[in-house]
């Protein structure tokens, strides 16, 4: 059984507020101790009525990590949790819109709940990636995605020039608004939208997808897991380029610099409460068939 969970909402959509109080409350009535992350708890007028836990630590002595939104709050809470030295399984309630990672829907909360604290849950564990960039020679930048790493124009750039390597093999020169290598698990985000490939999750692999190239027979390319690569902006053009982890942070590139990729040593894991499988949700999200 699970004895304590941490609790992260992103307030600003409508009836998250209301959720969390509930789950936290019937948490708390039922044997497992609730911790709010403080800036949820603060906003939620909670901060007098149960713990709370700074957002680098939502993960420290805790049987689950349970977030309120939509995709963009369980990533930037996969975000804290990879960039810490806890583990804790992450689970989310759908309260925003498509809700590809965010599993349970809003009139499920309380059922996914009992079962995740009785126990009838299963964990799987999802690729991150290692993203790190380098400048003369040293490192300025080292981060992880659970979805993405995307280089980019800017709103105001022209379109840019990268040079693409795998495994110190010249893939490709590409000219488009940028490139997306994604994770199997973010192979349904900006991947799909770039018209790029699903992949299952239960995949080991990358997907290299350029945005909108000016070549149509630069095609997407799914790439072993093992892949290491190296995306070398042109910045000679008055260029504009931003690299972006999991459209959550992002750091403008300077000339000379190089984007190197690769399978990060740790994963991320997902708790499941319910028997719907990969296809499912795909059925329900992308309507297939209905």
Request: hydrophobic fraction near 45%; include cysteine; aromatic fraction near 4%.
């Amino acid at each position: 059984m699970i004895r304590r969970a941490a609790l992260v909402a992103r307030l600003k959509l409508p009836g998250v507020e209301a959720a969390l109080t509930e789950a936290a409350t019937w948490l708390a009535a039922h044997g497992c101790d609730p911790v709010i992350e403080v800036e949820s708890a603060r906003a939620a007028g909670l901060a007098d009525r149960f713990a709370t836990v700074a957002r680098d630590a939502v993960a420290a002595d805790v049987g689950a990590v349970i977030t309120f939104g939509g995709d963009g709050t369980l990533l930037g809470t996969a975000s804290a949790i990879a960039h810490s030295p806890y583990d804790a399984p992450l689970m989310g309630i759908n309260l925003g819109r498509l809700g590809f990672l965010t599993e349970v829907a809003r009139a499920d909360m309380l059922r996914a709940l009992d079962a995740l604290i009785a126990g009838r849950s299963s964990t799987e564990t999802r690729l991150l990636i290692e993203g790190r960039v380098e400048r003369f020679g040293g490192i300025v930048l080292r981060r992880l995605a659970l979805n993405d790493v995307v280089v980019s124009r800017s709103a105001l750039s022209r379109m840019i020039e990268i040079d693409v390597d795998v495994d110190d093999q010249r893939i490709c020169h590409v000219k488009a608004d940028g490139v997306i290598v994604a994770s199997p698990t973010g192979s349904t985000a900006y991947n799909l939208s770039a018209g790029g490939p699903i992949v299952h999750p239960g995949i080991d692999a990358l997907v290299f997808t350029p945005i909108a190239p000016h070549t149509p027979t630069h095609r997407p390319v799914v790439l072993p897991a093992s892949a290491r690569l190296a995306l070398r902006p042109d910045m000679t053009r008055e260029a504009d380029i931003v690299v972006t982890f999991d459209g959550q942070f992002g750091l403008p590139l300077e000339a000379r610099d190089t984007v190197h990729l690769a399978r990060a040593d740790r994963v991320l894991r997902l708790l499941h409460v319910s028997p719907r499988t990969h296809f499912d949700m795909l059925r329900e999200k992308l309507r297939w068939g209905g």
